[in-house]
């Protein structure tokens, strides 16, 4: 299974950005499928993810209310829309995969930059 994320980019605090996370090989809708961040010097985070059973949708706190998970199984792509950006969500941004919903996620994209600007 091979993941690739894309969409990051710079943008300025306020706006918004939508990752993408495409899926090759295996059964994309057994995975749950997640977002995590690191931030520069810090570890790496969990920000969201959707249920491979049922979709079913979590986030952080620090995300909840700004961030929009969701999956298209069909084209094997999970998406992350992310409006109202701070600086502070300045991260390489990863999706992950995790077959059956077992922690922890098996596979791992390359992950994608967002830069938010003040």
């Known amino acids: 299974v091979q993941l690739q994320a894309s969409g990051g980019g710079l943008v300025q605090a306020g706006g918004s950005l939508r990752l993408s996370c495409a899926a090759s090989?295996?059964?994309?809708?057994?995975?749950?499928m997640a977002w995590f961040r690191q931030a520069p010097g810090k570890e790496r985070e969990f920000v969201s993810h959707?249920?491979?059973?049922?979709?079913?949708?979590y986030y952080a706190d620090s995300v909840k209310g700004r961030f929009t998970i969701s999956r298209d199984n069909a084209e094997r792509t999970v998406y992350l829309q992310m409006n109202t950006l701070q600086p502070e969500d300045t991260a390489v941004y990863y999706c992950?995969?995790?077959?059956?919903?077992?922690?922890?996620?098996?596979?791992w994209g390359q992950g994608t930059l967002v830069t938010v600007s003040s």
């Open positions: 959707s249920t491979w059973s049922g979709g079913r949708t």
């Open positions: 992950a995969a995790a077959p059956y919903g077992r922690e922890p996620c098996r596979y």
């Open positions: 090989g295996g059964t994309f809708s057994t995975y749950t």
